[in-house]
């Protein structure tokens, strides 16, 4: 069974500093990864995802995230953080079945300090 | 472009009463349907999904029920609430076709059991 897991409840980073959240992963064959954002009270938003090719993968509102399959991580970064980033991040990875399902990791919250 | 809809956005109910809530998708045909459920901590449960008209997978057994009448609407339902109902529901879609699709969440359903 495929699985993710955020080892991170929270992570605290000043603005301008850079921001990494961890993701490791678990899975039969090759993995479909993807980030999401969640603001307060809201649905969660798609940042980025992989699915083959290039290692870095970049997405929205500067944020990448490195594949790295030896290591089994799939870790979002940001080279330097905005106080709106504030947010709770999920890293999930899909199923092998045919109906697009996603295991969801636990979240991490991010809170960037002026 | 696609949009999706959830109502109510916040539902306050007393234990026992029934439940509908509602979600639709616009701008795109026969999409996969997903109703998820996240507790006061943060992690995403999946309740249910469905890749078409009438086909709905319950991926837990619960006191809820969904049911997709049209293509592009999904309802969760509960006859009897139980505060343990309570959270945050979120509805999501992908298309059918392309495994590497991401799903695209709506804004949610605050619900409060009291």
């Known amino acids: 069974a495929q699985s993710v897991a955020q080892p991170e409840d929270q992570v605290n980073v000043a603005e301008g500093n850079p921001l990494t959240v961890k993701c490791t992963y678990s899975?039969?064959?090759?993995?479909?990864l993807f980030w999401y954002v969640q603001y307060p009270n809201r649905g969660l938003q798609f940042l980025l995802k992989y699915i083959t090719g290039d290692n870095l993968v970049k997405g929205s509102y500067g944020f990448e995230a490195e594949f790295n399959k030896s290591q089994t991580s799939f870790h979002l970064k940001k080279p330097s953080a905005l106080v709106s980033d504030s947010a709770l991040y999920f890293c999930?990875?899909?199923?092998?079945?045919?109906?697009?399902?996603?295991?969801f990791g636990a979240g991490t919250q991010v809170v960037v300090t002026p | 472009s696609q949009t999706i809809h959830q109502w109510p956005a916040t539902l306050v109910q007393p234990v026992g009463s029934p439940l509908s809530l509602e979600c639709t998708v616009e701008?795109?045909?026969?999409?996969?349907l997903y109703w998820y459920r996240q507790a006061a901590g943060r992690g995403l449960q999946l309740l249910f999904y469905?890749?078409?008209?009438?086909?709905i997978s319950s991926e837990v057994p619960q006191n809820l029920s969904a049911s997709r009448p049209q293509d592009r609407q999904f309802i969760l339902s509960s006859k009897k609430l139980l505060l343990s109902d309570s959270g945050f529901y979120l509805c999501?879609?992908?298309?059918?076709?392309?495994?590497?699709?991401?799903?695209?969440f709506g804004p949610g359903t605050r619900l409060t059991v009291t």
């Open positions: 701008g795109t045909s026969n999409p996969n």
């Open positions: 999501a879609w992908r298309p059918p076709l392309g495994s590497s699709s991401e799903q695209y």
């Open positions: 469905s890749v078409g008209i009438g086909q």
């Open positions: 999930a990875v899909r199923e092998t079945d045919s109906w697009g399902k996603l295991q």
């Open positions: 899975v039969s064959g090759n993995p479909y």
